[in-house]
């Protein structure tokens, strides 16, 4: 009879040693009560202004100004939602900040991701020196900017107009930085040079290897530089007006006036502005989550 002695380096590892390096291999990590107690806190605290505007936004305005204020939904929500779409006609400056919105995040992703591109990757005299001038542009307030922008679409008589906003958004210092960063470690040296081998040309490199590539970095920028556009407030407010050719910030601005604003009806104004925001979020959050740890993995 033989009896196999087991050394002490061989023993059974204890449940904790093996939940480690099962970890560690790949496996599914569980948080504790602490990390769970900190998620909720830190989600409370981030959904509490927003059910707050829809609390006040469902009362009047003589119950907000009681102490203590209300913490639980009124009867007044779809009716104040109802005054306000149509005292400030929100309909059209929906629609106008859909599209300025959405031309200015397309075409700051699509110039950013070439001009980040030729930043990260190609070689040509002056490029160090041309990339410090754009990150010196993302240092200079917007501000100072305003007084010759608005001589330039007050000679080109665009005031009141929608391309007044769109131009001056067309480009991002922080999207080509961004981008650049981004395609640095994304996009091997390698795969652009066998492309070159096969004859394919600049563009057609940029086309077919630099946007697939960067595609989870152009989400990310895209989702960043919508919600910058929907919620800019001071250049549209110079050049565009209430009765106009408003924007939905323009448009809120002016909602509620008197010699009493009526918070009630600013704070319906006021959700109705984010939802937009919080359904396109809803609808690409989840692709744009997976496409930023895609490109991790792949980074």
Partial sequence: MTTTLTKPSEA???KRARRSKSARA????????IAYTILVLFSIGSLFPLV???IAASRNNNRLAETPPPFWFGGNLFHNLDVAWNEANLGQAFLNTTIVAGISAITIVVLSTIAGFAFAKLRFRGRNILMLT???TMMV??????IPLYMMVAKLNWADQLQAVIFPSLVSAFGVFFMRQYLIQALPD???EAARVDGASSWRVVWHIVFPAARPAMAVLGMLMFVQAWNDF????LVLTQTGNPT????LAGLGRGYTPDQSLIMAGALLGTLPLLLVFAIFGKQIVGGIMQGAVKG
């Fill in 12 to 14: 059974v590892e204890p």
């Fill in 26 to 33: 790949g496996g599914t990590m569980h948080a504790g009560p």
């Fill in 52 to 54: 707050w505007t829809a």
């Fill in 134 to 136: 754009v990150i010196g």
């Fill in 141 to 146: 307030p917007p501000q100072l900017s305003i």
């Fill in 190 to 192: 390698e795969l652009i």
């Fill in 234 to 237: 001071l250049w549209p407010f």
């Fill in 248 to 251: 939905v910030q323009v448009a």
